[in-house]
């Protein structure tokens, strides 16, 4: 994927902060409504991701659409945008408001900033998955600025963006859209509990 294509994907993928700003801001932390609403945007979205599994004018509809900033995998498998909302149901479902809220915008935000300083920057390469080191220092310092904002609680904050960073950076045969936000919601969990 080309560094235009991943801008524009990453840029579209920065907009998903809607979930948690509006979890917090507008709805009030209400999680039936959040989790309504997310669902619902999930079962759009697999009716989509169906349809052009099966249906091959829809499927060059779509291509034509949204080709340009489809990852490879994604032409025969969900794409991010089915997981994150798989990924922001589930910590919206099992975990406190405030951390599920702060887990889905690490993702949005962590992920985002790891591949456009990686992309552009990004000097020092790990040998395995070819991402940089530059990449996850800017997911991990991204991430930590925020849940220091967003949580007020600064072990909270550092070590759910450490466990971010580790999902984003690690090797698991799991959707990075999945990885992140439930590895950084269930540390986040425990800090609550035992600090």
């Keep these: 994927m080309g560094r235009l294509s991943e801008t524009l994907r990453k840029s ?3 907009s998903s902060l809607v979930i948690p700003l509006g979890y917090r801001y507008i709805l009030n932390y209400n ?9 619902i945007a999930l079962v759009v979205s697999l009716v989509v991701e169906f349809h052009r599994f099966w249906q091959r004018s829809f499927r060059k509809t779509f291509y034509r659409l949204f080709g340009m900033i489809l990852r490879k995998h994604e032409l025969k498998d969900f794409t991010g945008a089915t997981y994150l909302l798989v990924s922001s149901l589930l910590c919206i479902a099992f975990f406190d408001e405030p951390i599920a809220a702060a887990a889905i915008a690490f993702l949005s935000i962590g992920d985002t900033f790891a591949a456009l300083i990686g992309m552009n920057f990004g000097k020092r390469k790990f040998i395995r998955n070819n991402k940089s080191l530059e990449g996850s220092l800017a ?3 991204s991430c930590s600025v925020f849940g220091l904002w967003w949580l007020g609680n600064p072990w909270m904050a550092i070590l759910g963006a450490l466990a971010a960073t580790s999902a984003e950076l690690g090797e698991i045969a799991v959707d ?3 990885k992140i936000p439930l590895a950084s919601a269930l540390v986040m969990s425990l800090v609550s509990v035992f600090i």
Excluded: A, G, M
């Design 12 to 14: 579209i993928h920065l």
């Design 31 to 39: 999680r039936r409504i959040t989790f309504t609403i997310v669902l």
């Design 139 to 141: 997911c991990f310092v």
């Design 176 to 178: 990075d859209n999945i």
